[in-house]
């Protein structure tokens, strides 16, 4: 095992800006941790509670959306094996300019890549006006997913981001593959 060099890590983030990160099993328990942790670092930044309000909502629709994509990878398929043992990743950062950026991680069946990848292009190809009457039809809608979600998530991240939701699929086997989700937050 190579000695971990632990202020090149430190020197890293802060190089990155990264104020939050995690690799492992998300748990509910461990969410209403970062929640608390993340809402009480932003009440004490100096800013418009708007913009406070926008970042805490897409850093809670962002971090919901990693959980529910991990937890269906564990029912569907625990077997990822030793280089893929599963579990998700998120990094949360502020730079200096003032915009936050989130980024989450998780193992996702290759079946569910390409709806997935359709519904973020799609919601990005929407302007405010399209998207809002795009939340209000999702919102009437009676459809639950198999997790008991409407399909709001995603939509709540576009609106209030105010940005395009940039992404990637990883390949990393016939069945899976690795998604990953960065949103900014000005």
């Known amino acids: 095992m190579s000695k971990l060099k632990l202020y090149d890590i430190y020197r890293n983030m802060e190089k990155e800006d990264i104020i939050l990160s995690f690799k492992g099993d998300v748990t509910k328990d461990l969410l209403s941790s970062v929640y608390q942790i993340m809402e009480i670092r932003i009440e004490n930044e100096n800013e418009d509670i708007r913009r406070k309000k926008k970042f805490y909502s897409v850093l809670v629709e962002c971090l919901q959306n990693m959980y529910h994509h991990m937890e269906s990878l564990q029912i569907a398929n625990g077997t990822l094996g030793v280089d893929h043992p599963g579990g998700a990743i998120f990094i949360i950062a502020k730079n200096r300019e003032g915009s936050y950026k989130v980024y989450t991680g998780n193992f ?79």
Request: charged share 25%.
């Open 108 to 186: 996702i069946l290759n079946s569910n890549a390409e709806l997935l990848k359709g519904k973020i292009d799609r919601i990005n190809a929407m302007n405010p006006v399209e998207l809002k009457a795009h939340y209000l039809e999702t919102l009437g809608s009676t459809e639950l997913s198999d997790k008991g979600g409407a399909g709001l998530g995603m939509i709540e991240i576009a609106r209030k981001s105010g940005g395009q939701m940039d992404y990637d699929f990883e390949k990393i086997s016939e069945q899976h593959s690795f998604f990953t989700l960065s949103v900014v937050v000005n």
